[in-house]
C-alpha cells in the first residue's frame, strides 16, 4: 500500500510539474503579447512593467543598444508616442523553453507595420526576437532581448506622382 502511494504522490507531483511548466509558457506568451500591445497602444509606462528592473539587455538595431529599461522607455517615447506613428506589431511562432523555474528563453517571429502620417511613409519589416526571461515575485518578465531584421521595405504614399511607389525593399545593410 505505502508503494502505491508513494507512486501516486510522485506522479501528482510530475503532473504539477508539468502544468506549471504549461501555465508558465502562456505567462511568457501573455507578456510578450502584452508588450507588443503596450507598444502599438502608446503607453510607455506599461512597455516598461513588461521589462526587469536594474540591469537589462536590450538590443534593437538601430533602434539603441539598451543596459536598462528608463533608456528604452525614454526613446520609445520620443521616437515612436506621436498620434502620427501607427504601428502594428504581430508576433508569430513562439518557441519558448524553460530553463529552470525562473528562468526562460524564446524566439519569436515578428511582423511589424508602421504607417507614418505626417512623412507619408509606410514601412513593413520582418524580424525574430530572441529574449530571456526571469520570473520576479511570481512574475515572468522580459530581462534581454534581441531583434534581428530579416526584411524590410518601405513604401511613399504622397509625392509628384501621387502613387505608393517602393523606396526600399530588401533586407537591410545593417541588422
Same mark, same amino acid.
Given at each position: 500500500?505505502?508503494?502505491?502511494?508513494?507512486?501516486?504522490?510522485?506522479?501528482?507531483? !510530475?503532473?504539477?510539474?508539468? *502544468?506549471?511548466?504549461?501555465?508558465?509558457? !502562456?505567462? *511568457?506568451?501573455?507578456?510578450?503579447?502584452?508588450?507588443?500591445?503596450?507598444?502599438?497602444?502608446?503607453?510607455?509606462?506599461?512597455?516598461?512593467?513588461?521589462?526587469?528592473?536594474?540591469?537589462?539587455? *536590450?538590443?534593437?538595431?538601430? +533602434?539603441?543598444?539598451?543596459?536598462?529599461?528608463?533608456?528604452? +522607455?525614454?526613446?520609445?517615447?520620443?521616437?515612436? %508616442?506621436?498620434?502620427?506613428? +501607427?504601428?502594428?506589431?504581430?508576433?508569430?511562432?513562439?518557441? *519558448?523553453?524553460?530553463?529552470?523555474?525562473?528562468?526562460?528563453?524564446?524566439? /519569436?517571429?515578428?511582423?511589424?507595420?508602421?504607417?507614418?502620417?505626417?512623412?507619408?511613409?509606410?514601412?513593413?519589416?520582418?524580424? %525574430?526576437? !530572441?529574449?530571456?526571461?526571469?520570473?520576479?515575485?511570481?512574475? /515572468?518578465?522580459?530581462?534581454?532581448?534581441? %531583434?534581428?531584421?530579416?526584411?524590410?521595405?518601405?513604401?511613399?504614399?504622397?509625392?509628384?506622382?501621387?502613387?505608393?511607389?517602393?523606396?526600399?525593399?530588401?533586407?537591410?545593410?545593417?541588422?
Amino acid at each position: 500500500m505505502t508503494a502505491n502511494r508513494d507512486r501516486t504522490e510522485e506522479q501528482n507531483m !510530475e503532473l504539477a510539474q508539468r *502544468i506549471q511548466a504549461l501555465e508558465d509558457v !502562456e505567462a *511568457i506568451k501573455r507578456l510578450k503579447h502584452d508588450y507588443l500591445y503596450f507598444c502599438d497602444s502608446k503607453q510607455p509606462d506599461k512597455v516598461r512593467e513588461c521589462f526587469v528592473a536594474g540591469p537589462v539587455h *536590450i538590443d534593437y538595431g538601430e +533602434v539603441g543598444v539598451f543596459d536598462n529599461r528608463e533608456a528604452l +522607455v525614454e526613446v520609445f517615447t520620443q521616437a515612436a %508616442c506621436h498620434d502620427h506613428m +501607427v504601428e502594428m506589431h504581430h508576433a508569430q511562432n513562439p518557441r *519558448i523553453d524553460l530553463v529552470d523555474a525562473d528562468s526562460a528563453r524564446g524566439v /519569436w517571429g515578428l511582423f511589424y507595420h508602421l504607417i507614418d502620417t505626417r512623412r507619408q511613409l509606410v514601412t513593413q519589416l520582418g524580424a %525574430c526576437y !530572441e529574449d530571456e526571461y526571469r520570473k520576479v515575485d511570481g512574475r /515572468w518578465l522580459i530581462s534581454s532581448t534581441v %531583434c534581428r531584421i530579416n526584411s524590410a521595405y518601405t513604401t511613399q504614399l504622397a509625392g509628384p506622382e501621387a502613387q505608393a511607389r517602393v523606396v526600399f525593399a530588401g533586407k537591410p545593410l545593417r541588422s
